[in-house]
């Protein structure tokens, strides 16, 4: 049974699926994950002109089906992990399996300021090739300074007049490529060294008002749309009081995707790791998916 189905969960599901174990993947949400609201992949090898995010996850899941991957559209309500057989509770009942991994993967993490929670999808968003052809020929602000932000703001330009990138530092965290694109694009200009107090507006974003943190000065920003890229929150709530988690909350393996449980392996932007990308979750999944049967054999043999 995989968790998730995004680029660790499909490939966890192919691995499985072609060394012949009954494999199911659950998803609550359409296959994956949030490489779906990435516009182009281009750092992941075999496509040197880069691929939407969305055809790669097509190519992901034909393969997978191709070798027999089952993928049903279910919400995992619990999940019994103790023992040699687990049961993983959804909304359309319960399942018995051998072996589970878990690839839920990943939420973007919010601000928490005012206006936030008002103004989502009212000009806030996480998303940028979502919403960014909403804020066509419009000023809209991306607060955040990794690769992601960078990416995302510099998509944003293809439609809107003006690009913020709101950073709490003086210099991004975004790899080097990534940063000189930025600095080239006149569209996106920098503001260092700034929070993000409030949100303004009724029922559409209005602005931002912003705090220098170094020298306190508080200004507004008019932007018509808020775009936020400061990090994620693992889907790990399921196992919350049943795994080892770090203190971000994200799942604890070995080298091989192990968990502390028997039989229960974790992939994907779910683990704890230094890393967060297609390429290294495609890695995982296929790590996991082999350990999974490898346990599963073990079972067999009375070990």
Same mark, same amino acid.
């Given at each position: 049974?995989? !968790?998730?189905?995004?680029?660790?969960?499909?490939?966890?599901?192919?691995?499985?699926? +072609? $060394?012949?174990?009954?494999?199911?993947? /659950?998803?609550?949400?359409? %296959?994956?994950?949030?490489?779906?609201?990435?516009?182009?992949?281009?750092?992941?090898?075999?496509? %040197?002109?880069?691929?939407?995010?969305?055809?790669?996850?097509?190519?992901?899941?034909?393969?997978?089906?191709?070798?027999?991957?089952?993928?049903?559209?279910?919400?995992?309500?619990?999940?019994?992990?103790?023992?040699?057989?687990?049961?993983?509770?959804?909304?359309?009942?319960?399942?018995?399996? +051998?072996?589970? !991994?878990?690839?839920?993967? $990943?939420?973007?993490?919010? /601000?928490?300021?005012?206006?936030?929670?008002?103004?989502?999808?009212?000009?806030?968003?996480?998303?940028?090739?979502?919403?960014?052809?909403?804020?066509?020929?419009?000023?809209?602000?991306?607060?955040?300074?990794?690769?992601?932000?960078?990416?995302?703001?510099?998509?944003?330009?293809?439609?809107?007049?003006?690009?913020? !990138?709101?950073?709490?530092?003086?210099? /991004?965290?975004?790899?080097?490529?990534?940063?000189?694109?930025? +600095?080239?694009?006149?569209?996106?200009?920098?503001?260092?060294?700034?929070?993000? /107090?409030?949100?303004?507006?009724?029922?559409?974003?209005?602005?931002?008002?912003?705090?220098?943190?170094?020298?306190?000065?508080?200004?507004?920003? %008019?932007?018509?749309?808020?775009?936020?890229?400061?990090?994620?929150? %693992?889907?790990?709530?399921?196992?919350?009081?049943?795994?080892?988690?770090?203190?971000?909350?994200?799942?604890?393996?070995?080298?091989?995707?192990?968990?502390? !449980?028997?039989?229960?392996?974790?992939?994907?932007?779910?683990?704890?790791?230094?890393?967060?990308?297609?390429?290294?979750?495609?890695?995982?999944?296929?790590?996991?998916?082999?350990?999974?049967? +490898?346990?599963?054999?073990?079972?067999?043999?009375?070990?």
């Amino acid at each position: 049974m995989i !968790i998730g189905g995004g680029p660790a969960g499909l490939t966890a599901g192919l691995y499985a699926a +072609r $060394a012949k174990l009954k494999t199911i993947l /659950l998803e609550r949400f359409a %296959p994956g994950g949030q490489i779906l609201t990435t516009d182009w992949v281009e750092n992941y090898p075999g496509f %040197p002109d880069g691929i939407s995010g969305y055809d790669l996850v097509d190519k992901m899941k034909g393969q997978a089906e191709r070798f027999g991957l089952i993928i049903r559209s279910q919400e995992v309500q619990g999940l019994e992990l103790v023992g040699e057989k687990k049961s993983v509770i959804t909304d359309s009942g319960t399942i018995e399996t +051998r072996a589970v !991994i878990i690839a839920c993967g $990943a939420a973007p993490q919010k /601000l928490d300021i005012e206006g936030e929670g008002l103004l989502t999808g009212k000009g806030v968003s996480y998303c940028a090739t979502c919403d960014g052809p909403f804020f066509r020929d419009q000023p809209v602000a991306v607060i955040g300074g990794g690769d992601t932000a960078v990416e995302e703001a510099l998509y944003l330009t293809r439609f809107a007049s003006k690009v913020f !990138i709101i950073h709490r530092r003086d210099r /991004l965290r975004a790899i080097q490529l990534i940063q000189e694109r930025a +600095r080239n694009e006149p569209k996106i200009e920098f503001i260092w060294n700034t929070v993000a /107090l409030k949100i303004s507006g009724d029922t559409a974003v209005k602005g931002l008002e912003l705090k220098n943190v170094k020298t306190g000065s508080i200004s507004t920003l %008019p932007v018509e749309g808020v775009f936020v890229f400061i990090g994620y929150i %693992p889907n790990s709530g399921l196992v919350r009081d049943t795994l080892s988690l770090d203190e971000w909350g994200f799942i604890k393996t070995d080298n091989e995707m192990a968990t502390v !449980i028997p039989g229960v392996f974790a992939a994907g932007d779910v683990r704890s790791k230094a890393l967060r990308q297609v390429a290294t979750a495609v890695g995982e999944g296929a790590t996991a998916a082999y350990m999974a049967q +490898r346990y599963i054999e073990g079972l067999g043999k009375g070990s």
